[in-house]
């Protein structure tokens, strides 16, 4: 795959669609120039979550609906998004538990509070679904393709009869995304995301400190720009946490915080995971 015989960016992404985020390196490692064109890196989430749930003898098989997975609003850059983590059930008699992604539009009609009902198919999409969970703990791995103004819930079934239970730890989320040829978009964004940029230590929205920060950016490409010295007060900030000072390290960041939409519902799951 040389030269002329490269396919159009927009086929690479549709044949992209087809695969999960695992397999999706492995075809990226199948041609250097397939792997420049695609531009793969991972934003990664740390989600702390960890859960017990435990169900009633006559309402256990009835899916419930739990926290929302954060997806990064980066709509046109993003492949996929994979949730992982250990679990396991009661330990003990029948398997019946499972874990759901569900997708949900963005409450168009207000009703989003008064919809529990996983059949309810006008209104949730299952994107994803386990097996059944096994009596000793293993790790579980599902994979979706997430779309414009969507969210997308965890929903877990502990199963009725009595005695069921099901548990869940050590959660994470990668979200792979196309066009980071350099690698700057991811490790700024996990920096700024391990610095609580999107969310205070309290689990306030930090709305101020983005801005802050876009001016920063902003004020420094323009010296590089134009070939002035640039200012420390701006630089040191940037360069404690890790951040490089190139041009398109910043523009990365400006990538993050300027080029996205829904980010409401992002701090909304981030705050939840708190």
Not at 31 to 51: H, I, R, W
Not at 210 to 234: F, K, P, R, W, Y
Not at 261 to 267: L, Q, V
């Amino acid at each position: 795959m040389q030269g002329d015989h490269v396919l159009p960016q927009e086929v690479l992404h549709h044949l992209a669609t087809f695969l999960d985020t695992t397999d999706i390196f492995t075809y990226s490692r199948t041609c250097k120039q397939l792997k420049n064109d695609l531009g793969l890196s991972v934003l990664n989430f740390s989600t702390n979550l960890s859960k017990e749930w435990a169900a009633s003898y006559h309402d256990g098989d009835t899916p419930r609906k739990d926290d929302m997975l954060p997806v990064f609003p980066l709509q046109h850059m993003t492949h996929s998004v994979m949730f992982s983590c250990l679990w396991k059930d009661q330990g003990w008699g029948n398997r019946k538990g499972k874990i759901f992604i569900v997708e949900e539009p963005n409450d168009p009609d207000g009703m989003e509070h008064t919809r529990h009902n996983l059949n309810d198919a006008a209104y949730y999409n299952k994107v994803a679904e386990s097996g059944i969970a096994e009596h000793d703990e293993t790790e579980l791995r599902l994979f979706f393709h997430p779309q414009p103004n969507r969210k997308y819930y965890l929903w877990y079934r502990v199963g009725g009869g009595g005695g069921h239970e099901l548990y869940l730890k050590s959660a994470h989320v990668k979200q792979v995304v196309y066009g980071d040829r350099t690698g700057h978009i991811a490790t700024n964004f996990n920096i700024l995301h391990s610095q609580n940029l999107f969310t205070g230590n309290d689990g306030v929205v930090g709305s101020f400190a983005i801005e802050m920060l876009l001016g920063v950016v902003q004020s420094l490409m323009n010296q590089i720009q134009t070939n002035q010295m640039l200012d420390s007060h701006l630089t040191v900030p940037l360069q404690v946490v890790g951040i490089e000072l190139s041009l398109d390290s910043l523009q990365a960041i400006v990538t993050i915080l300027k080029g996205t939409t829904g980010m409401d519902d992002f701090i909304s799951s981030q705050i939840q995971a708190k």
